[in-house]
């Protein structure tokens, strides 16, 4: 529909050439109705339209979106007059009308099927005006209605007007109905709610969704002290669970709960009971994205805290350079810590500022700060100590923090009040090195540069770091103190209406009336992100939605990937006459005023004008920009759920050896991120990798088996024209076809003209691995032992997991001396050969069965499973409750088998 936009355009410069109408420049905004019958000629007549738009929720006020076309389809120009909240009036000059002269009317509104009719314009009586009138009764879409009917169930179910606060977490947005995201679902909650639920009041929560999860809703209510919770399961409306959230004993927990809510389970209770508690916004946003609120990712903000208290942000590289980041992280996948800061900081690893695999302990990071000019740096290297804290709260409560699930969200609430109040008894930190060295840091990293690799990342290598003696000075502290602000809610929402009407004045004064609820204009914002002065910004965002109807789940309203301590800023991009016009506010916290500036501090206004699938949006959002690096992304993504759809009890995991802007695209849409213990970064150069890209392996915890794939990528080449369009329009394409090389797929790649090379996508391995197999992957050389891995099916697997079960260690006997084989199966787009046969790496079993460190056996859904039921069996030796971890164990192994880590929606 965006293109309509550029069609229009043409349309108003040929209508101006037509008639000499140079005034109509203004038109297709409100107010500017005086200009047209200054400039009719003789032949021109002006028609009007009245144009009524009713809502199938009468409810909804919306501005709606209107276009004309003649009967050409060439779009017509005209001025908008609102009458009411539902009439408009849309005159235009059209050269040659007659009685019966047709012109199609298009609407478009947020949550609705955008619909299009006929209205012929005529004269009546002795009126010489020709006039058309038109009603629209506009029909929402499935997602929107399916939004709007569970947020009405949940509200007769819990009364939101008189409960004492409001909250929603769901799977909606990023999970896929009926073949679309499912933002509608968020559009209808939000309006349905009447203003109870608002991203303003961060009473929104969303989980880091893949495609096939199924789309869930859970609302709750708080009554003082008391939580009441609804629980839709996929999209039905009568509730699975409706009941309390606040006095959850074990047998409610362990019966009920876990078995109706499925894998979030652990999710909704720990996030509802830390928004009880007055966790931040932001942080319960992290804890969403991150799956639940536990230990690791409170720690991993406790890590924060003490970072920018001791080694405040300094600046990497340039300024200027898209991918610079203040810190940067090497880590050690799993326990949750690393969600943390790569939220918070906004470390991606797209952007290359974080890396990591199994090379130390998984509650350990070490962050480097750099200096640009001086070319040193500073490693800080932390971790949680998890037997300290236990003993802690122990000590402080007399308490045991897994005793099930009570014991766990009283921890929990511990937990977070000490990361407000005392955050340095959370984290140690072990070791500060000064004056590291370019030469230190790209062995660590793989490279200063974010765009050039120099060398294989070392990771987290405690032995290499140690290695160095270098002088420890984590000691030599220096606090720096910060301001802490006081506005109100209704004051930082005043930021934001009040940005809002600047940007109406800026745009005003160029002669451009912005309109409200328009989709021409989306909003960039760091708010949702950043503090100021320690204060969460997220109420900005209602006061834009006041005043210009721009929202997160209409696409209007993007929250920008930033660090926590960057700068506010509003950025308006409208799409105006085939271009983009933006304008950036800078709020200025001292004075609080605004510096503003015409151009864009957010650059993925280079891609509004293309209308991208909302997903990638999204994913784009989260890597903070567009770039080249991150255009694939989506290409990969998209093969992944095509070739590679998850079943039941089945889950994806991601080893990255290129490692690229892309790598933020898949981690973001396919649900993997490092402190799910499901995502590795080994940064490698492209000696080492060639055009084989990651492993994504698919773990099936009904059968304990691995399925593991190389992915080979080259990607499309165009001969010209916008490299975003480009993309773009091939994201579309192939997001329609599960089976690319299908005919239909391959007629429709055809009308790609300037595309003169489709991408390749092939396997260079599809095998099955041992849990030994892959514990040394994940451990370091990924794609070399990947590529040692005998051709297997998964039959194969389970008799060789069988033959070898109690002798530990020569699992991967059976291997010796198999050759590796490429032959199983090439994807190649255009029947493009497999052209990487690599068989000439015929790596011994005798290499791949490295040990590994303290964490490995951690599966996915081990992980995971760990996390949510039996947190804390890891430390349990010499507790009293190892009689309760081991029930949690067998309680995970059941839930395992009836579907607990659910992922795979209907197959
Ligand atoms: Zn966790
Ligand atoms: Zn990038």
């Known amino acids: 529909m965006r293109k309509q936009g550029v069609i229009l355009v043409i349309a108003t410069l040929m209508a101006m050439i037509l008639c000499g109408a140079v005034s109509a420049t203004d038109s297709s905004t409100t107010g500017g109705e005086g200009n047209l019958s200054d400039v009719n000629n003789s032949e021109a007549v002006d028609p009007i339209l009245w144009v009524n738009v009713g809502y199938e929720y009468a409810d909804d006020k919306i501005n709606p979106e209107i276009a004309v076309t003649d009967s050409n389809n060439d ?81 007769n179910l819990l009364h939101f007007a008189s409960a004492d606060d409001v909250l929603c977490i769901t799977t909606a947005g990023l999970a896929y109905r009926n073949g679309t995201t499912t933002e509608d679902c968020l559009e209808g909650i939000l309006n349905g709610s009447h203003g109870e639920i608002s991203y303003g009041q961060g009473n929104l929560l969303t989980f880091q969704s893949i495609r096939t999860d199924p789309v869930d809703f859970c609302f709750v209510v708080r009554n003082g002290s008391s939580l009441t919770a609804a629980f839709f ?43 009880k508690e007055g966790l931040s916004t932001d942080l319960l946003r992290q804890a969403a994205y991150h799956g639940h609120v536990c230990l690791g990712t409170l720690s991993g903000q406790a890590m924060i805290s003490l970072l920018l208290k001791y080694y405040p942000p300094g600046v990497y590289g340039n300024s200027g350079e898209l991918e610079a980041t203040s810190y940067r992280a090497v880590s050690s996948p799993g326990n949750s810590d690393d969600d943390a800061y790569i939220y918070s900081l906004d470390l991606t690893t797209g952007k290359r500022s974080w890396v990591g695999y199994n090379t130390a302990e998984d509650n350990m990071v070490g962050f480097i700060r750099w200096c ?76 200063v540069d974010s765009k050039k690799v120099v060398c294989n990342a070392l990771g987290l290598d405690m032995d290499y770091i140690l290695g160095l003696n270098l002088t420890n000075v984590a000691n030599q502290r220096v606090a720096t103190n910060y301001t802490t602000g006081n506005l109100t809610l209704d004051q ?28 021409e204009l989306t909003v960039f914002t760091s708010a949702g992100y950043v503090r100021v002065n320690e204060q969460v910004m997220d109420m900005t965002m209602d006061g834009i939605y006041q005043v210009l109807g721009s929202r997160l789940s209409r696409a209007t309203l993007l929250p920008v990937h930033n660090a926590r301590y960057n700068p506010l800023y509003f950025q308006f991009s409208l799409e105006k006459d085939g271009k983009v016009i933006s304008k950036t506010l800078t709020y200025n916290s001292t004075d609080g005023s605004f510096i503003a500036k015409n151009g864009s501090s957010c650059i993925i206004d280079q891609v509004i004008l293309y209308d991208p699938p909302y997903d990638s949006l999204m994913a784009w ?42 790598d933020d695209i898949y981690t973001y849409l396919l649900g993997l991120s490092p402190g799910q213990g499901n995502y590795y970064s080994e940064r490698m150069t492209s000696d080492s990798t ?108 389970i008799r060789l997991m069988s033959g070898s079960q109690t002798s530990n260690g020569d699992s991967t006997s059976q291997g010796t001396g198999s050759l590796f084989s490429t032959a199983n199966g090439s994807n190649g787009l255009f029947g493009l050969s497999n052209g990487s046969n690599t068989s000439g790496v015929n790596v011994s079993a005798a290499t791949v069965t490295n040990s590994t460190t303290s964490s490995v056996g951690a599966q996915p859904g081990e992980a995971k499973a760990y996390e949510v039921t039996q947190a804390g069996a890891q430390g349990s030796e010499g507790t009293p409750w190892g009689l309760y971890a081991v029930v949690g164990v067998i309680a995970v192994l059941a839930l395992g088998g009836v579907g607990f880590f659910y992922k795979g929606g209907k197959f």
């Open 75 to 155: 779009s017509v120009a005209f001025n908008k007059t609102k009458y009411s909240d539902t009439l408009y009036k849309l005159n235009f000059t059209y050269a040659g009308v007659t009685n019966g002269t047709l012109f199609n009317v298009i609407v478009r509104a947020p949550g609705y099927i955008a619909q299009t009719q006929q209205v012929a314009v005529n004269q009546a009586g002795t009126d010489p005006e020709f006039i058309g009138t038109v009603d629209f009764d506009m029909q929402a879409t499935e997602n929107y209605k399916l939004g709007r009917q569970i947020t009405a169930a949940a509200d």
């Open 233 to 275: 399961k996929n999209g039905t409306l009568t509730p699975a669970y409706f009941g309390t959230f606040s006095a959850i004993d074990q047998t409610l927990w362990e019966n009920t709960i876990t078995t109706t809510l499925g894998e979030h389970a652990f999710g909704y209770v720990s996030l509802a009971d830390a928004w």
């Open 372 to 447: 640009d000019t001086t070319k040193r740096g500073t490693l800080i290297i932390m971790r949680f100590n998890e037997e300290a804290v236990l003993q802690l709260y122990k000590q402080q409560t007399g308490n045991n923090a897994y005793t099930g699930i009570a014991g766990e969200l009283a921890f929990n609430t511990w937990l977070i009040n000490k990361l407000e109040n005392d955050p340095d008894s959370l984290v140690e930190i072990l070791y500060v090195f000064e004056n590291i060295t370019p030469a230190i840091h790209n062995n660590l990293t793989g490279g």
């Open 492 to 519: 930082i929402k005043q930021i934001g209406i009040d940005a809002a009407n600047m940007a109406i004045a800026l745009f005003a004064a160029e002669g451009i009336d912005l309109e409200k609820d328009d989709y």
């Open 621 to 662: 959002l989260w890597h903070n920009h567009v770039c080249g690096g991150s255009s694939p992304g989506y290409i990969i993504t998209d093969w992944i759920y095509d070739n590679f759809p998850l079943g039941a009890d089945e889950q994806y995991a991601m080893i990255t050896a290129s490692v690229s802007c892309r």
């Open 690 to 797: 060639g055009n084989d890209i990651l492993i994504l392996s698919i773990y099936d915890s009904t059968t304990n088996t691995r399925r593991v794939i190389v992915v080979n990528y080259q990607g499309p080449h165009f001969t010209d024209g916008d490299p975003y369009e480009n993309y773009i329009k091939l994201y579309k394409i192939l997001q329609k076809y599960d089976d690319w090389n299908s005919p239909e797929c391959q007629e429709e790649l055809k009308t790609l003209t300037n595309m003169d090379r489709a991408p390749s996508i092939t396997k260079t391995v599809d095998t099955y691995s041992t849990e030994e197999e892959w514990n040394s992957m994940i451990s370091g050389n990924a794609l070399e032992v990947a590529k040692s891995i005998p051709d297997r099916t998964k039959e194969d697997l």
